[in-house]
Every structure is written in structure tokens, then in C-alpha cells.
């Protein structure tokens, strides 16, 4: 089977689909993928094929320079722009690689529409991969945004001459555990997370037990460059004075700016979460889909502090299923970190839903029945 995926260039728009395209090769199966700028260098950099159809231009990195200006200048909204663009903009160079890869079925996550029209086009099956905590399938907000996205990219598909194309996809995967969200049916396929970061040379020490309380904090990549740098500050300066080992994973942020870091700090710049949760007894974070799904498949209990799309959604779900506390202030972050770490029931919670992660199909599962519809 040739299996052509695409998602959304940023980062957690695309590395959560990435064990998905490794079981399909591991397989046997042919796997082409079509991403751009960054998501189209990790993608490479997982040993994945990958054909960048619009080189020239990076295009997360335009999106958030105008998220950041909409910020700056008080706009909530585009006049024309969210997901669907990406699917505008890369559709003219993913068309002609698709018709010459030829592919029996096409996945792709919700957020790019493009992989609907290409399927349309090629008179293939198309496939939605789910990436979120918050919704997959039929859930009102997937259905929604499929419907928005697609009437975005009417006007592409009437200036290619594009057959009108399915708004549904024939199946879809979760990601979610059962007992938050997930749901299996005939056509949406239950799928275990497994996390994806990256790959980074991991420091020695990183993989030994501490001698205290070992916490990640995190904020992601999108918010730091948001300028949540503040946000961080302050969650490090408020837990200054609990006897914790503070991992600080940074990403590309210049630590300098954050000034002194506190004494029990130790940062990593980019470091794959997955690396980091088997000798974390908690993690604090800003409610990122997949910075809430690592660690509930490591059993890990959680702090989060959410701040806009999807995250306050993400924080929520985790709360109300008892793995960890979602605080609105980073002045709140070290007291809710403490009744985490101090009560068994939320080590008790986040172990039950590793377990049921680990219960749920593996990938290679799910590619024997995406077989099927190929």
C-alpha cells in the first residue's frame, strides 16, 4: 500500500502523527509525506520521507510573526486566515507530488485540508488522524472546524478545477483514552499515544533517579514565542523555594532572558518530554495537547497553567480526571505542585490512565486495518 500523510507544519500540529507513519513503513508499506519548513526538517530528521512542496517559504513561521502582530495590535481575529491557509498556500506544490507518488490512501490530521482535496482528486480513501485531548472523530468541534476548513479552500478547489470532495473523512483515529474522550466505532479507530518530541542526545544524569522530587516545567514553543518568557519567570521564581530538582526544558528560548535562574533549576533547551518523564515525579506546563498526553502515557501527575486555543480545554480534561491541578497564575503554580506531589491520589489516577494507554491498539494495530481500506 502507498500511503501519502500531511499535517500542519507546527510542531505539535505534526509530531504526534510521526509513530503512525513509522508503523506504516516498519510495515512494509510505501510512506510519503508532504510538509514544510521546520515540520518537513523533523520530519526528515525522524527517517521518514518527506518532499517540501513550497521551499521557498517557512510557512509556521509567517503564521505566528502575524499571530504575534494580531497580538501586539489588539486583533483576536483574522480578516482571512486560521488553519485553512496552509492548505491554500501548499496545495499548488503538493498536487503534482501526489499524482506522481500515487497513493492508495491519504492521511491526514483535521487542521490541513489540503489532504482532503488531494484524496478527492486521486479517488482515494481519506483517513483523519487525531493529535488532540480535546476532540477526534465526530466530536462538535472536529466536525466544525472540517466544515470551516473546507469552506475556506472552496474558492482553491474551484480555481484547480477539483472535484468537490467529501467534507467526512471514510475513517478516523483517536488518540484519546477512553475515559477521556476516546471512542471506538466501525470507523474511528481507538490508537495508543505514543509521544514523539524529537530526538535529542540525552544527558546522562537526566536518566537516573534524583535525591529529591524531580519537576519538568515547560511552556512549549508557541507561547514562549508569544511572549509568555514572563510566564516562565515567574512559575521558576515561585518555585524557588520548594526542595525540588526543576527541569527546565526551554526549548529554543535564550535563558539569559529569564535572568538568574533560581538555585534548583537546571535547564535543558529541547529535550524530548519523553526522555524526561521516566524520572519525573511531576511535570508543569501550559495544556499543549501532547504536552498533556506524554506524560498521562507515563503515568506522570501534572500542573497546568493554559493559556489560549486548546489549552485551557486540554488542562481541563486532565483536572476533572484527577491527574493533576490546573492554576490561571504562576503565583498558584507552587501550591498546586504541592498537593500533587503530596497526595497519592494523584499518582494513583495518572498510573491508571498509563495503564489504559498502554491497553489501547498499537499503531502497527491500526495499520493493519488502515490496510483494509487501501
Not at 294 to 311: E, H, I, N, S
Amino acid at each position: 500500500m502507498r500511503v501519502l500523510c500531511t499535517a500542519v507544519p507546527g510542531s505539535g500540529l505534526f509530531l504526534p502523527t510521526v509513530p503512525l507513519a513509522w508503523a506504516l513503513r516498519a510495515a512494509g508499506h510505501e510512506v510519503l509525506l508532504l510538509n514544510n519548513g521546520a515540520g518537513a526538517r523533523a520530519a526528515a530528521g525522524a527517517g521518514l520521507p518527506v518532499v517540501d512542496p513550497l521551499p521557498e517559504r517557512d510557512l509556521w513561521a509567517e503564521f505566528m510573526a502575524a499571530v504575534a502582530g494580531m497580538i501586539k495590535d489588539g486583533n483576536a481575529t483574522p480578516e482571512r486566515g486560521g488553519f485553512g491557509w496552509f492548505g491554500e498556500q501548499m496545495i499548488d506544490g503538493m498536487l503534482p507530488v501526489a499524482r506522481a507518488f500515487r497513493p492508495d490512501l491519504v492521511i491526514t490530521t483535521a487542521e490541513q485540508g489540503a489532504g482532503r482535496l488531494i484524496a478527492a482528486e486521486l479517488g482515494v480513501p481519506l483517513v483523519e488522524q487525531g493529535i488532540r485531548l480535546g476532540w477526534a472523530g465526530l466530536d462538535d468541534h472536529v466536525v466544525e472546524a472540517r466544515r470551516d476548513i473546507a469552506d475556506y479552500l472552496e474558492p482553491t478547489r474551484g480555481r484547480l478545477g477539483l472535484p468537490d470532495a467529501p467534507i467526512d473523512p471514510v475513517a478516523t483515529v483517536d488518540v484519546r483514552p477512553p475515559s477521556m474522550g476516546g471512542v471506538a466505532t466501525d470507523t474511528q479507530f481507538l490508537m495508543r499515544y505514543v509521544p514523539y518530541n524529537e530526538s535529542r542526545v540525552v544527558p546522562g544524569w537526566v536518566t537516573l533517579p534524583s535525591s529529591r522530587p524531580r519537576v519538568c516545567v515547560t511552556l512549549g514553543s508557541v507561547l514562549p514565542a508569544l511572549g509568555g518568557v514572563g510566564a516562565l519567570r515567574g512559575i521558576l521564581a515561585n518555585l524557588s523555594t520548594m526542595d525540588i530538582e526543576v527541569l527546565l526544558a526551554a526549548g529554543d528560548i535564550d535563558v539569559a532572558e529569564l535572568g538568574e535562574l533560581p538555585a534548583n533549576v537546571r535547564p535543558l533547551g529541547w529535550m524530548p518530554l519523553n526522555a524526561l518523564m521516566p524520572t519525573c515525579d511531576a511535570i508543569v506546563h501550559h495544556g499543549g495537547s501532547a504536552t498533556v498526553m506524554t506524560p498521562l502515557a507515563y503515568g506522570v501527575p501534572q500542573v497546568a497553567l493554559p493559556k489560549f486555543a486548546d489549552q485551557p480545554l486540554n488542562a481541563q480534561l486532565m483536572a476533572d480526571r484527577g491527574v493533576g491541578l490546573t492554576v490561571t497564575e504562576p503565583e498558584q503554580v507552587a501550591e498546586a505542585l504541592s498537593q500533587v506531589l503530596g497526595q497519592d491520589k494523584f499518582r494513583d489516577t495518572a498510573a491508571d490512565v498509563r495503564d489504559e494507554i498502554a491497553w489501547q491498539p498499537s499503531p502497527a494495530e491500526v495499520v493493519g486495518r488502515l490496510a483494509k481500506l487501501g
